[in-house]
């Protein structure tokens, strides 16, 4: 059974803070991305990678980074965790460049105080 | 730029009825895949149907199916006699191969079924 797992469910952090959002999968896919969840905007594409190193902006990168250092592996970091970074975070992973669908994480519910 | 359009926030439907939610998308490309996604109040993401560029059917997957217009760029998704588990969000989203397989979605219809 293919898996994405977040390393948090919920997570609570203080503005300012560096914050690091793990995500897994044990499927072997080329592909991962990174989004954020807001009502009434859906989902919106913060960063994906296409490879090991390799990785691409999305629509709304500004104030995270990203890191895949392992092919099962994608972090997205917020260098300073700001209020307006509260959402949920989902974490997804497909097969690369095919017509397959992607998996997605259970999510994580960040807030920022 | 890529972009996908959801216009309609919600949506209500009565039991066994048939529901069509919209989705218009915007792409330059020629081969890209079309996606439907639906996310329970338990939020996870349950992928529904895929719909490629290059398809001249419409895809169905038991109760959906896909109403694909290449011309007018839309890719609304039919439900066929809704039921009441099928009070969800859905989602709309694109895929497009010759930007490395980069997934975008659309802002979502919220659906509920009535009894």
């Known amino acids: 059974d293919v898996k994405v797992t977040q390393s948090s469910r919920y997570l609570v952090k203080r503005t300012g803070e560096k914050v690091f959002l793990e995500c897994v999968q044990d499927m072997d896919h080329e592909n991962m991305f990174w989004y954020r969840q807001d009502p009434g905007l859906g989902l919106r594409l913060i960063y994906f990678?296409?490879?090991?190193?390799?990785?691409e902006k999305g629509d709304i990168p500004e104030g995270y980074s990203v890191s895949r250092e392992k092919k099962e592996r994608f972090s997205l970091i917020l260098e300073s965790a700001s209020t307006n970074q509260t959402s949920m975070y989902l974490c997804?992973?497909?097969?690369?460049?095919?017509?397959?669908?992607?998996?997605f994480g259970q999510g994580t519910r960040l807030t920022v105080v | 730029a890529q972009k996908i359009t959801q216009t309609q926030p919600g949506m209500f439907v009565q039991e066994k009825e048939a529901v069509t939610l919209d989705c218009t998308y915007d792409?330059?490309?020629?081969?890209?895949?079309l996606f439907w996604y639906k996310q329970p109040s338990s939020g996870e993401m349950i992928f529904l149907i895929y719909q490629g560029s290059y398809d001249e059917q419409n895809a169905t997957e038991g109760r959906y199916s896909l109403n694909f217009q290449k011309a007018r760029k839309s890719a609304n998704l039919v439900i066929s006699a809704s039921q009441l588990g099928d009070s969800a969000m859905y989602f709309c989203a694109m895929r497009d191969y010759n930007q490395g397989g980069k997934l975008i979605f659309g802002q979502g219809t919220e659906l509920s079924v009535k009894p």
């Open positions: 990678s296409y490879d090991v190193k390799m990785k």
């Open positions: 997804a992973s497909s097969v690369g460049g095919s017509n397959t669908e992607a998996f």
């Open positions: 792409t330059s490309d020629q081969s890209y895949g």
